[in-house]
């Protein structure tokens, strides 16, 4: 006799009403926004895949089951990426697990789809919280920090050989916009050549930045309005600033080399160039047919990820700094793991509601890192 193993049904399977997932995000009203629902129900999705993997559903499920999931590693299917570890995952994807079964959990006893809250069975000693050991990996050790904040640190392990070597332009102005204002990826991402603004507020202009080395001065950076966050302007300052400078410079020579037409002169005019992406990827997409190709196309998340990671390990190894171990606690490498560091030095020195303004927080609760 062949036996089948059960697979939990997808959203669109479940008749009207009987999907608990999105029965606890209607629950939860403006406190989730449209990014987080996505992201908690792919994690919903590999509980319940799991869950089928173990001949269980999600209303069958009990204090045992949560803790055996729990304990083990984050599943690699249902939408999820490859898992770091294979005998267990981190604190921090364990209590986003534990947040949405709590949650979808006391929603359904409320609804009256479940008599029994499973999580609440739990022991309250093996209910998930964030380990120091995580908490502190996922900032960058203060030695390492405080030499990327300086701007002759990112020119030392990044070098520029030559006036084609444009990227390594591009990395250092890109690694000095995130140490000094704190932005995520996809706000990185989304930068445009008109959003660098002079420290009067006024439109740049090729002109006044032909020689960042003999024009010091801060730079503003207006950062749009997303789902997740709040658009707000952030100054670079005068050091950090030179080298942006000397990427727009280098921009613009990029523009009129593939796009075989002059850059525009004040970003004010809205000329082409100053509306292309502030930072660009080395390669273009293949464009579709009919399609003119972009000459500064954007850049993605991996290449942003890359070039910072690569810049981080330069800098743990001029600074005689050890590398991340392998098999140890995973340390956070990429954008992110600035971002934080750049959220716990304004915790450290300035008053909470303008550290939420500046990391463009709809809510002082989204604040993870605490200062000690």
Same mark, same amino acid.
């Given at each position: 006799?062949?036996?089948?193993?059960?697979?939990? @049904?997808?959203?669109?399977?479940?008749?009207?009403?009987?999907?608990?997932?999105?029965?606890?995000?209607?629950?939860?009203?403006?406190?989730?926004?449209?990014?987080?629902?996505?992201?908690?129900?792919?994690?919903?999705?590999?509980?319940?895949?799991? /869950?089928?993997?173990?001949?269980?559903?999600?209303?069958?499920?009990?204090?045992?089951?949560?803790?055996?999931?729990?304990?083990? !590693?984050?599943?690699?299917?249902?939408?999820?990426? +490859?898992?770091? *570890?294979?005998?267990?995952?981190?604190?921090?994807?364990?209590?986003?697990?534990?947040?949405?079964?709590?949650?979808?959990? =006391?929603?359904?006893?409320?609804?009256? +789809?479940?008599?029994?809250?499973?999580?609440?069975?739990?022991?309250?000693? %093996?209910?998930? *919280?964030? *380990?120091?050991?995580?908490?502190?990996?996922?900032?960058?050790?203060?030695?390492?920090?405080?030499?990327? @904040?300086?701007?002759?640190?990112?020119?030392?392990?990044?070098?520029?050989?030559?006036?084609?070597?444009?990227? =390594?332009?591009?990395?250092?102005?890109?690694?000095?916009?995130?140490?000094?204002?704190?932005?995520?990826?996809?706000?990185?991402?989304?930068?445009?050549?008109?959003?660098? @603004? @002079?420290?009067?507020?006024?439109? /740049?202009?090729?002109?006044?930045?032909? =020689?960042?080395?003999?024009?010091?001065?801060?730079?503003?950076?207006?950062?749009?309005?997303?789902?997740?966050?709040?658009?707000?302007?952030?100054?670079?300052?005068?050091?950090?600033?030179?080298?942006?400078?000397?990427?727009?410079?280098?921009?613009?020579?990029?523009?009129?080399? &593939?796009?075989?037409?002059?850059?525009?002169?004040?970003?004010?005019?809205?000329? !082409?160039?100053?509306?292309?992406?502030?930072?660009?990827?080395?390669?273009?997409?293949?464009?579709?047919?009919?399609?003119?190709?972009?000459?500064?196309?954007?850049?993605?998340?991996?290449?942003?990820?890359?070039?910072?990671?690569?810049?981080?390990?330069?800098?743990? +190894?001029?600074?005689?700094?050890?590398?991340?171990?392998?098999?140890?606690? =995973?340390?956070?490498?990429?954008?992110?793991?600035?971002?934080?560091?750049?959220?716990?030095?304004?915790?450290?020195?300035?008053?909470?509601?303008?550290?939420?303004? &500046?990391?463009?927080?709809?809510?002082?609760?989204?604040?993870?890192? %605490?200062?000690?």
């Amino acid at each position: 006799m062949i036996t089948t193993t059960p697979q939990p @049904r997808t959203a669109a399977d479940l008749p009207a009403g009987a999907d608990p997932y999105k029965d606890w995000t209607d629950s939860m009203g403006d406190e989730l926004n449209a990014s987080s629902k996505i992201a908690y129900r792919t994690l919903w999705d590999a509980w319940c895949w799991w /869950l089928g993997e173990n001949g269980q559903t999600w209303s069958t499920a009990t204090a045992a089951t949560i803790q055996q999931f729990l304990g083990g !590693p984050a599943p690699e299917r249902a939408g999820r990426r +490859k898992a770091l *570890s294979a005998t267990h995952m981190s604190s921090y994807t364990r209590q986003r697990y534990w947040r949405i079964l709590r949650g979808v959990y =006391h929603r359904a006893v409320a609804s009256g +789809k479940l008599a029994n809250n499973p999580t609440l069975d739990v022991p309250d000693e %093996k209910r998930p *919280s964030i *380990s120091e050991v995580d908490r502190l990996s996922q900032v960058l050790e203060p030695a390492v920090f405080k030499r990327l @904040r300086k701007a002759k640190t990112l020119s030392t392990i990044i070098k520029v050989k030559n006036e084609n070597d444009w990227w =390594h332009v591009r990395d250092r102005a890109m690694l000095a916009v995130l140490v000094d204002t704190g932005i995520t990826t996809s706000e990185l991402i989304a930068l445009r050549g008109v959003d660098l @603004r @002079r420290a009067d507020n006024k439109p /740049l202009s090729l002109q006044q930045v032909a =020689h960042p080395e003999s024009n010091s001065q801060t730079l503003l950076l207006e950062v749009m309005l997303s789902d997740q966050l709040v658009g707000r302007q952030l100054e670079i300052s005068q050091p950090m600033a030179e080298l942006v400078l000397m990427w727009v410079c280098a921009r613009a020579a990029l523009f009129a080399k &593939r796009s075989g037409r002059p850059p525009g002169g004040d970003a004010g005019q809205h000329q !082409p160039d100053w509306l292309e992406p502030l930072f660009v990827a080395r390669r273009a997409a293949a464009p579709k047919p009919g399609v003119e190709p972009q000459a500064l196309p954007p850049m993605d998340p991996t290449s942003v990820y890359y070039a910072v990671s690569q810049a981080l390990k330069r800098l743990r +190894k001029s600074a005689g700094s050890a590398q991340p171990a392998a098999g140890g606690p =995973h340390v956070a490498q990429g954008p992110a793991v600035i971002r934080n560091s750049v959220i716990r030095l304004w915790l450290d020195t300035l008053e909470v509601p303008e550290v939420v303004a &500046r990391a463009g927080l709809k809510r002082m609760e989204s604040l993870r890192l %605490k200062a000690e």
